[in-house]
């Protein structure tokens, strides 16, 4: 099914929102059939939200605190998005938002997944001394990163790795995993089914892998 419209996203950020960045590129360049109606943030200082002022995006502080998540649902239901994509957004968000979102939500976490839930995964890679490390877009469901993953970004780990060259080439590849999630999302090819992501009418067994090109 192809939409009449673009595609109208929600984009979660609570930090320097360089996925957003990529995100409104690839909107602005007509690379995706979807446009940012909004950008929330948990975080007044988050330099994400310049980001989308400068793209003349709309933006709104909401669910910063404990218990202000009805506020950030409040805010989501009025802005009645499409999709609502996670972009580096720190909080864990409840079963009720979650639930009402299923299917229409995408996460992107830096680590292959199912390896690595949670934080610090570069450092956590290095110390499990993984050959592979990367990103995953990935549905989100009611447990914690672990909804069904679409595709991935992957690069091999090598000796000369710090937690800090890992974080630099795990988000250059986010930047192009998570437009090309969102631009199947938006045509209409990628979907969520009985808790299993199809691309094109296929069921997605295993995400889409890209490999990192060597520089
Ligand atoms: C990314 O690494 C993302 O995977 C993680 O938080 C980081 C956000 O980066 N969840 P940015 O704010 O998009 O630059």
Redesign the pocket.
Known sequence: MTRARPARVAVL??????????LIDAAAEGRIDARIDAVLSDRPA???LERARRAGIETRVTGGGKGREPELAAALQEIEPDLVV?????RVLGPDLVRRHAGRML????SLLPRHRGLN?HQRVLESGDTHHG?TVHFVTEQLDAGPRIIQYRIAVSREDTPESL?RR??RG??II?PQAVGWFADGRLRLEAGMCSLDGVRLEEPIVIEEEAS
């Open positions: 950020i609570s930090g320097e929102g360089t996925n957003l960045q990529a988050a330099p994400g996670l972009a580096g957004f720190m996460n992107i976490h830096p995964t990103a974080a795990v988000h986010e930047h998570l």
